[in-house]
């Protein structure tokens, strides 16, 4: 289910999913990931959105996949998306300042300059990429690889954030599928909504993968752009 209506609360008001990114060194400090130990291991980002954590990661010899709903699409209708899309974003984020701790991107202008270089370096391998196999059309809450595919997959800036436009057995699924795919760990980021708040259902959500015996955990990372956003989900396998 999803739903794109205004909260009364003052969250920011995005009108769709946004089609942006984040760079690696945004993802090493929002998933507290320490990539040496990565270095042998098959990732997963999904949905990536127009981050170049995968470019940049295959720049390190890192063998990194990305999924998103839009890779069926060329370079250059992802490249007028996430453009707009950024505008989009920034003149809402304009409204809503106080969410936010400045500390993170000195100010808008500064934000805008990362989200330009992931955009720009994501599009710089999308093509190439796209023909080796490393960005894939993806509908969650389905992924179209075997089980334990991958080592690692990480999953930011969608689920528990859009937590007012999909529901409940969305996310369960959409984390069961995350699982599936995943050999030793899955970490999901941020576990608040766009309001700052945290995801309401988390708890039913923890006692549901409690039930189906899965792993899981809250855990402190170094990154907290929205307010309160400072701890990721993690599910691990034994
Ligand atoms: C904000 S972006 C992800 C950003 C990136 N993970 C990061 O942290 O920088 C959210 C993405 O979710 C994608 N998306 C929306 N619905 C989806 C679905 N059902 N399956 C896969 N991707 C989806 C959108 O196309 C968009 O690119």
């Known amino acids: 289910m999803m739903n794109f209506a205004h909260s009364t609360n003052d969250a920011i008001q995005l009108d769709r999913v946004v089609f942006i990114g984040r760079t690696l060194s945004e993802y ?11 270095q042998k291991s098959q990732i997963l980002d999904c949905p990536a959105g127009a981050a170049s954590f995968v470019a940049e990661a ?17 370079e250059g209708t992802l490249r007028a998306k996430g453009q707009a899309d950024l505008v989009h974003m920034l003149e809402r984020l304009a409204e809503v300042t106080h969410n936010y701790n ?16 992931a955009l720009e370096r994501f599009l710089a391998d999308y093509p190439d990429g ?5 960005y894939v059309q993806t509908t969650l809450p389905k ?7 991958f080592d690692l997959v990480l999953s930011g800036h969608f689920l528990f954030l859009y937590g007012d436009c999909f529901d409940y057995a969305f996310h369960w699924q959409t984390i069961l599928e995350l699982y599936r795919v995943c050999s030793q760990e899955v970490r999901i980021y941020p576990i608040q909504g766009k309001d700052a708040q945290p995801y309401p259902f988390l708890n039913n959500l923890i006692n ?3 039930h189906a015996e899965i792993s899981v955990e809250i855990v402190n990372v170094p990154w907290e752009f929205l307010k309160g956003s400072n701890q990721i989900l993690r599910l691990w396998r034994a």
Do not use: H
């Not at 990194?64 to 699409?73: E, Q, R, Y």
């Not at 400045?102 to 270089?117: F, P, V």
């Not at 796209?130 to 490393?134: D, L, N, S, T, V």
């Not at 992924?143 to 595919?149: I, N, T």
């Open 28 to 38: 090493v400090k929002l998933f507290d990931l320490d990539l040496s130990q990565w």
């Open 58 to 74: 295959q720049e390190m010899g890192i063998d990194a996949l990305a999924g998103d709903i839009l890779f069926n699409l060329d």
């Open 102 to 117: 400045w500390d993170c991107y000195q100010n808008i202008a500064q934000l805008n300059e990362y989200r330009q270089t």
């Open 130 to 134: 796209r023909q080796a196999g490393r």
């Open 143 to 149: 992924l179209p690889f075997s089980d334990r595919s």
């Open 208 to 210: 549901d993968l409690n």
